[in-house]
C-alpha cells in the first residue's frame, strides 16, 4: 500500500480513505475532498495528499478510471 506519501503514516491515513471511499462507491470529486481535508487538517505529515502521483494512485485505487471520471477537478 503506497500512494506516494512521504511516510508509512501518510501511506495508512489514505489507505483509509481509499478503502472506505471504495467501499461506498464514492464519486471522485467526494475523495478529492477527503484528500485536500486530509492536507488541511495536517499540513506537516499530510501535505503531499494533494499531490499528483498521490491523487493518481488514490483515483486509480477507487476505480474512478474505470468510471469514466475526470481526473481533473
Do not use: Q
Not at 506516494?4 to 467501499?23: Q, R
Not at 475523495?31 to 494533494?50: H, I, Q, R
Amino acid at each position: 500500500m503506497n500512494y506516494g506519501m512521504f511516510s508509512p503514516e501518510g501511506n495508512l491515513a489514505v489507505h483509509g480513505i481509499v478503502l472506505y471511499h471504495k467501499a461506498i462507491e464514492s464519486p471522485w470529486l467526494v475523495v478529492y475532498k477527503n484528500l485536500c481535508d486530509l492536507a488541511d487538517a495536517n499540513p506537516d505529515m499530510f501535505g503531499e495528499a494533494t499531490d499528483t502521483e498521490v491523487r493518481d494512485c488514490v483515483y486509480g485505487a477507487i476505480g474512478a478510471d474505470k468510471r469514466g471520471e475526470c481526473f481533473y477537478v
